[in-house]
């Protein structure tokens, strides 16, 4: 498989290089040249594969021989290894559960198969890989465990001060070893920009061996899409497609969705469903695409004002709103409404949304009423736990912190803080 800068000006290159690389050297995002079909008999008898077997045909194409198929297979059984539940809430929306890994978010799973796929990749190389990642909240805790330890690779991890939950900050701020928080005082796309240009300069590429374990790396944004597929292999009725409604916010989730779906994977429609930082859902109300400043809101993990993934839902539709249209919606949801959704959840049907879930289950809720017949699910990206405040504060009960995640309240918070300007972090790079 090769895969080609988007920005259409570097050479292209394989899985290796993109992973290596994270970003292209004309600052695009890297895309596969083909999109692989996913065969008839794969789908079809989706239930007779054992998930291992699933995510090591669906990746297998996209690695291509940049890993031998054994190892492969080891790193994808490695990187699903916890459930994905489908759990019906209410007769027509169910839940697919995405927070059972070590991080209690969907993000695992990128982070997992990535750090093995870099591990496997820097084995015998004299030289560290440092990997520069932003965070909006999950990504960062997800990648500091899944990097965790791992031989020849070092995390700085960039998040925005004050604006990812204690939960959050804790799990990317107290891993030590070879994991490093920096709390800039500035938003998400802030931490982003500062990435990307780290990426571009000439100094810091003489002295570092930089990747990105955002979203933009391929190894990170395309594992997303296994999800999708154990969904469908515990979709109750595969002639009645499902709706899917996916929390967006950098856009990677969705679009690896929207990837599964080019490849074969059936979907009856996409919802993206976004807090008030909805640049997206704007362009598919109006045609224009306006990149915002991003605001706080309770479901912090959306709070992106220019997504960086949103080139890539683009060039899935050949830039064509009409088609883009007929396979995606978008949703803007308010805290309000976030807040009242996971309160009228609890009361009915007993669940526990967190901000993000209850985002798409608004979303997908107001779908279904005006599209009548049709059965959805959510993807509930966090753990409610993670967001204790709105939870209780919605429900009127406590949130119960799952044992696994108790150790990191006795832990503490480690990070070094900075101004959202790329001059500080190159300098503080240059001078460690
Ligand atoms: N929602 C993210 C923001 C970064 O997204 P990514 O998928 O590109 O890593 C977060 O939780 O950090």
Not at 91 to 99: A, C, G, V
Request: hydrophobic share 40%; net charge negative.
């Amino acid at each position: 498989m090769q895969y080609f800068s988007l920005n259409k000006t570097a050479p292209d290159v394989d899985f290796k290089e993109a992973a290596v690389r994270g970003q292209a050297p004309d600052k695009g995002l890297y895309f596969p040249r083909r999109i692989p079909t996913v065969e008839k008999e794969i789908i079809n008898n989706i239930t007779n594969f054992s998930k291992e077997e699933l995510a090591f045909r669906i990746m297998l194409p996209y690695v291509g021989t940049a890993i031998p198929e054994k190892v492969l297979y080891q790193i994808v059984s490695e990187t699903i290894d916890f459930p994905f539940p489908l759990v019906p809430i209410t007769e027509n929306i169910s839940s697919l559960e995405l927070f059972h890994g070590p991080t209690m978010a969907f993000k695992d799973v990128g982070a997992r198969f990535m750090s093995r796929c870099l591990g496997y990749f820097s084995r015998g190389q004299d030289k560290k890989v440092t990997v520069l990642v932003a965070t909006s909240g999950d990504t960062g805790g997800a990648v500091a465990n899944g990097f965790l330890g791992v031989e020849g690779v070092e995390v700085i991890i960039l998040y925005p001060s004050g604006k990812v939950s204690p939960v959050q900050e804790l799990q990317l701020t107290t891993c030590g070893q070879n994991i490093t928080a920096l709390e800039v005082k500035g938003s998400f796309d802030d931490c982003q920009a500062m990435v990307k240009d780290a990426f571009m300069d000439a100094d810091l590429n003489a002295h570092y061996s930089l990747t990105s374990a955002n979203s933009i790396n391929v190894a990170r944004w395309l594992p997303q899409q296994l999800y999708y597929f154990f969904a469908y292999q515990q979709w109750p009725n595969q002639q009645e497609l499902p709706v899917v409604a996916v929390p967006s916010g950098n856009f990677g989730n969705i679009c690896a969705g929207l990837l599964a779906q080019a490849s074969g994977l059936p979907v009856k429609h996409f919802i993206a469903a976004c807090n008030v930082n909805d640049a997206v859902p704007e362009y598919l109300r109006t045609g224009s695409y306006q990149p915002k400043k991003a605001v706080a809101t309770v479901s912090n993990a959306m709070d992106v004002g220019s997504p960086s993934n949103f080139i890539r839902v683009m060039e899935l539709f050949h830039n064509d709103h009409t088609d883009i249209s007929k396979h995606l919606s978008g949703y803007t949801v308010s805290d309000a409404v976030t807040e009242q959704t996971i309160a009228g959840v609890f009361n009915r049907y007993h669940y526990v949304l967190d901000p993000h879930g209850a985002v798409a289950y608004h979303a997908l809720a107001d779908y279904l009423y005006t599209h009548p017949g049709m059965k959805g699910m959510i993807l509930e990206t966090a753990h409610p736990v993670k967001f204790p405040e709105t939870v209780s504060a919605a429900t009127g009960k406590e949130v119960t912190v799952p044992p696994e995640a108790q150790y990191l309240f006795s832990r503490k918070k480690q990070r070094i803080v900075m101004e959202p300007s790329f001059s500080g972090l190159k300098e503080w790079l240059l001078q460690r």
